[in-house]
């Protein structure tokens, strides 16, 4: 049972190139929710999802898509990455009867 | 909307002896959770201890426990024995009680237990 897994685990872009970074879960929740962490600063939400074909936007979403095809994936996707999203970036899980979220190990991204 | 307020960005406690850290938070809504979280070095985000708000009982989990005051929408944590493993960013969080709800945190109280 591997929880929340995050993939990559650190990656450099360039000004204005394109990535996804991929978020998996076997706990079978039906909430996710992607969060990004700046230094020194809590966690803001971006993106969650309450099921497959479900989404909605979280505080800070410019920049940002998402979608979730699939009750264990939601992929965050970066269009244009500027520097202002670097950051640490974590995925989370929870279910809708409980009251805890369930964090992946997080991936930290640098726009240069 | 919910905020929530750590006045706190750094403290220092030598090892064995106690330490709280503060945690302030605004909300019009009568029933929530409360959370802390503990970030260590690693980066990954583990659950501290948490407080239901309908709840006057103090949370408590081993060393850690909880003072909350739902009055004054306090909520400080204390940790006794403090240990080195106890080095780490703590968040405190708060959570409406719908389903599914998002968290939303505070800045964060980067704690060093000195030896």
């Known amino acids: 049972n591997a929880g929340v897994t995050q993939t990559p685990k650190f990656r450099i872009l360039k000004i204005g190139q394109s990535m996804t970074l991929q978020c998996t879960q076997d706990?079978?929740?039906?909430?996710m929710y992607w969060y990004r962490q700046d230094p020194g600063m809590g966690l803001k939400l971006i993106y969650y999802?309450?099921?497959?074909?479900?989404?909605d936007k979280g505080e800070v979403p410019n920049g940002y898509n998402v979608s979730r095809s699939t009750t264990e994936d939601f992929p965050l996707r970066l269009e244009l990455a500027a520097p202002s999203q670097t950051s640490v970036y974590f995925c989370?899980?929870?279910?809708?009867?409980?009251?805890?979220?369930?964090f992946g190990p997080g991936t930290r991204l640098t726009v240069t | 909307a919910q905020t929530v307020t750590q006045s706190q960005p750094e403290m220092s406690v030598q090892e064995a002896e106690t330490v709280t850290l503060s945690c302030t938070y605004d909300?019009?809504?009568?029933?929530?959770?409360l959370f802390w979280y503990k970030q260590p070095p690693s980066r990954q985000m583990i659950l501290v201890i948490r407080?239901?708000?309908?709840?006057?009982q103090n949370a408590t989990e081993n060393r850690f426990s909880v003072n909350f005051q739902k009055a004054a929408k306090s909520f400080s944590l204390k940790i006794s024995d403090s240990q080195l493993g106890d080095t780490a960013m703590y968040f405190c969080a708060f959570r409406r009680e719908t389903s599914g709800s998002r968290l939303t945190f505070g800045e964060g109280t980067q704690l060093t237990v000195n030896p």
């Open positions: 407080q239901e708000a309908y709840k006057q």
């Open positions: 989370a899980t929870g279910q809708g009867t409980s009251y805890e979220q369930y």
């Open positions: 706990m079978n929740h039906n909430y």
């Open positions: 999802s309450v099921g497959a074909g479900i989404t």
């Open positions: 909300t019009s809504e009568s029933n929530y959770y």
